[in-house]
């Protein structure tokens, strides 16, 4: 980060032309967005799309409480909204139950 923002705790990574925060309201024309995307071959990706994604991500193993931290909500449906459910997950699951079975001795 430190290519790419000031020194001080508080510097930003985007910004404006004139060195101040992007605003929602230019944020597309004053990045370049449209060209960016188009240039990685994901035409029509939102930035909101990023912070989906990473929400996604970060979602599994993650408490409701960690999550709505992480994302600024207090509204549980909000973080679970990033709580899909996946096979893998389901696997892991049905893994654990079987062990904790096995290891009681009624399995």
């Known amino acids: 980060m430190a290519t790419y923002t000031g020194p001080q705790e508080s ?11 992007l605003r ?13 995307v188009a240039k990685l071959g994901v035409p029509g990706l939102h930035f909101h799309d ?3 994604t990473g929400n996604t991500l970060a ?3 993650t408490s409701l409480a960690d999550l709505k ?13 990033y709580q899909h459910a996946t096979a893998a ?7 654990a139950l079987d062990r904790q079975i ?6």
């Open 11 to 21: 510097a930003l990574v985007f910004t404006g032309q004139l060195g101040g925060v």
């Open 50 to 52: 990023l912070r989906h």
């Open 89 to 95: 997950a389901d696997h892991a699951i049905a893994t």
């Open 102 to 107: 096995e290891a009681s001795g009624k399995g």
């Open 59 to 61: 979602a599994p193993g």
């Open 69 to 81: 931290a992480r994302m600024g909500h207090d509204s549980a449906r909000a973080a679970m909204i």
């Open 24 to 36: 929602r309201g230019n944020f597309r024309r004053a990045s370049g967005w449209a060209a960016a």
